[in-house]
T-cell receptor
Framework: NAGVTQTPKFQVLKTGQSMTLQCAQD?????MYWYRQDPGMGLRLIYY???????DKGEVPNGYNVSRLNKREFSLRLESAAPSQTSVYFC??????????????FGEGSRLTVL | TQLLEQSPQFLSIQEGENLTVYCNSSSVFSSLQWYRQEPGEGPVLLVTVVTGGEVKKLKRLTFQFGDARKDSSLHITAAQPGDTGLYLCAGREDSNYQLIWGAGTKLIIKP
C-alpha cells in the first residue's frame, strides 16, 4: 500500500526560484492537506482541499499556491521561494467517518532548503 | 488562533521508566488525537478520544481525555527504546473542522 506519496523528498532552491511539490494518494480520500513543520512549532496548515474542485487557505498560505488536479493529486507551488520557506512539508489525506474523528494519513515529507 | 500546549517539550529517560506527556488548552474539543512521528517520516495516528473522561489503552500506552474536553495526557509504562519519537496531539474544536496541533514532545528512551 503506497498511501500518500510525496515528491521530491529533498530540494535545495535559491531565493526567487520556483518549484512544485507533488502529492498523490491512493486511498480514494476526498480531503487533502498541505502542512509545514518547523522545529518547536508543530504542524501548520498551508492549504487544504475538502473535496475535488475546492481549495481553501489554512493558517499560513502566503507565498504558496495549490492545485487539486483530480481526486488523487494535490500539488503545492512556491512561485518565488524565500529563506523563510525552508521547512519540511507534509501532504496528508483523510476520509472522516464523521467530522470529529477523521484520521489523517501523512506522506513521508519533503525537505526544502531555500538559500 | 487557539493554542494547544504540550509539555514537556523534550524528555530523555532510561528504558523501563514511566512517563506522562500532557496536552492542554483553554478550548473545548469535540475530539483529540495523538500521533507519533519518527525521524524522516510523517506522523501516524495512535488514538482518537472523543468523550470527556475517556481512557484508552494501547499496550503500554494509556491515553486520557479530560472531563471538560480541554486537555489530554499520554502515559507510557515501562518505556522502551522503540517508543522514541515525536508525540503530537491535535484537537478538533466543535466549531472548526480543522485540526489544531500541539508543538510536540520529543521523547528519547535510552537503552
Amino acid at each position: 500500500n503506497a498511501g500518500v506519496t510525496q515528491t521530491p523528498k529533498f530540494q535545495v532552491l535559491k531565493t526567487g526560484q520556483s518549484m512544485t511539490l507533488q502529492c498523490a494518494q491512493d486511498m480514494n480520500h476526498n480531503s487533502m492537506y498541505w502542512y509545514r513543520q518547523d522545529p518547536g512549532m508543530g504542524l501548520r496548515l498551508i492549504y487544504y482541499s475538502a473535496s475535488e474542485g475546492t481549495t481553501d487557505k489554512g493558517e499560513v498560505p502566503n507565498g504558496y499556491n495549490v492545485s487539486r488536479l483530480n481526486k488523487r493529486e494535490f500539488s503545492l507551488r512556491l512561485e518565488s521561494a524565500a529563506p523563510s520557506q525552508t521547512s519540511v512539508y507534509f501532504c496528508a489525506s483523510s476520509e472522516p467517518r464523521t467530522a470529529n474523528t477523521g484520521e489523517l494519513f501523512f506522506g513521508e515529507g519533503s525537505r526544502l532548503t531555500v538559500l | 488562533t487557539q493554542l494547544l500546549e504540550q509539555s514537556p517539550q523534550f524528555l530523555s529517560i532510561q528504558e523501563g521508566e514511566n512517563l506522562t506527556v500532557y496536552c492542554n488548552s483553554s478550548s473545548v474539543f469535540s475530539s483529540l488525537q495523538w500521533y507519533r512521528q519518527e525521524p524522516g517520516e510523517g506522523p501516524v495516528l495512535l488514538v482518537t478520544v472523543v468523550t470527556g473522561g475517556e481512557v484508552k489503552k494501547l499496550k503500554r500506552l494509556t491515553f486520557q481525555f479530560g472531563d471538560a474536553r480541554k486537555d489530554s495526557s499520554l502515559h507510557i509504562t515501562a518505556a522502551q527504546p522503540g517508543d522514541t519519537g515525536l508525540y503530537l496531539c491535535a484537537g478538533r474544536e466543535d466549531s472548526n473542522y480543522q485540526l489544531i496541533w500541539g508543538a510536540g514532545t520529543k521523547l528519547i528512551i535510552k537503552p
